[in-house]
C-alpha cells in the first residue's frame, strides 16, 4: 500500500467556474464562483489552429457562443470575437472566451486554486496535452500550489506527462474499464477523478491504496455529496457553488 502524497487541494471544486449561475468558462462565472466562496475552480481547455490555449468545453460552438463549427478550426483573433455570454442571460452579453492565460493570471492574483481539463478537439489528444501543460508551467512557475491537469483522454495526459512532468495529473473516468486503475498508474496519475456514482468503498480503497486521490463529479445534490464524504473520497466537483459551503 502506497501513502498517498500530500493534498494541496480543497474539497470542492466550482464546475466551470459557478456551476450554472454564469456562463460556464468565462471569467464572470469564475469570479462569481469566487464571491460565493469557492476556492478551487475547474476549467475546460482546448486549443485554436494558431495554438492559443483557450477555455471551451463542446468541440463546437453553438452551445455556448454567438459561433458556429468546430472551435479548434479557428484561429484565435476569430474566437476572441464570440459573444461566450448572451447564450446564459441577456445580463452576461458579449462575454468573452477567455484563455488560460487570462483565467490562470486571476487565480495566482487571488490566490485560487485551478483544476484544468484538457479537452482537446478530436484528432489534437497529445498536442493539446502538452500545449496546455507547457503553459501552465511557465504562468504557475515559483508557485506554492501547481493546477491540477485531467482528461478524459490517456494521450492527452501522456502529452502533459511529457511536456511537464512536475505537474499532477488526472485521469477522468464515465465507466471503470477494465486496466482504469493501471492506466492511471502508467499515466503517473495522481488522482483518478469519476462520476459520482462510480464510488463505492472498494473503490476508493484500491485509489487510496495505490497513492492516488478519489475525486468526483459533478455532485449537486446533498445525499450525493454525503454519501461521497462518508466514504473518505478527497474531492467534489460541483455546479452548485450557491447550495454547498465550501468552507465544509
Not at 76 to 81: F, H, K, N, R, V
Not at 162 to 177: F, I, T, V
Amino acid at each position: 500500500m502506497n501513502s498517498p502524497a500530500p493534498w494541496p487541494y480543497p474539497r470542492w471544486i466550482a464546475h466551470r467556474g459557478a456551476g450554472r449561475l454564469a456562463p460556464e468558462n468565462t471569467l464572470a462565472a469564475f469570479r462569481l464562483g469566487a464571491q460565493h466562496g469557492w476556492r478551487m475552480f475547474e476549467c475546460d481547455a482546448k486549443l485554436s489552429a494558431d495554438g492559443v490555449v483557450f477555455l471551451l468545453h463542446d468541440a463546437t460552438l453553438e452551445r455556448t457562443t454567438s459561433g458556429r463549427g468546430t472551435a479548434g478550426e479557428l484561429p484565435w483573433s476569430d474566437l476572441a470575437q464570440l459573444d461566450a455570454g448572451a447564450w446564459h442571460s441577456r445580463q452576461y452579453a458579449g462575454e468573452p472566451i477567455p484563455t488560460l492565460e487570462n483565467l490562470a493570471r486571476w487565480c495566482i492574483a487571488n490566490r485560487l486554486l485551478l483544476n484544468i481539463e484538457i479537452k482537446p478537439t478530436p484528432g489534437t489528444e497529445e498536442a493539446t496535452g502538452r500545449a496546455v501543460a507547457t503553459l501552465a508551467a511557465r504562468l504557475w512557475h515559483g508557485q506554492d500550489v501547481p493546477p491540477l491537469l485531467t482528461s478524459f483522454q490517456p494521450l492527452a495526459l501522456a502529452g502533459a506527462r511529457d511536456a511537464a512532468p512536475q505537474l499532477p495529473r488526472g485521469l477522468l473516468l464515465d465507466k471503470l474499464h477494465e486496466g482504469w486503475l493501471h492506466a492511471a498508474q502508467q499515466l503517473g496519475c495522481v488522482a483518478i477523478v469519476c462520476n459520482h456514482a462510480l464510488w463505492d468503498r472498494e473503490q476508493v480503497s484500491a485509489v487510496q491504496g495505490a497513492g492516488m486521490r478519489a475525486l468526483s463529479y459533478t455532485v449537486n445534490d446533498e445525499w450525493a455529496a454525503e454519501r461521497l464524504i462518508a466514504l473518505g473520497t478527497d474531492g467534489i466537483i460541483s455546479d452548485r457553488v450557491d447550495l454547498f459551503s465550501p468552507a465544509g
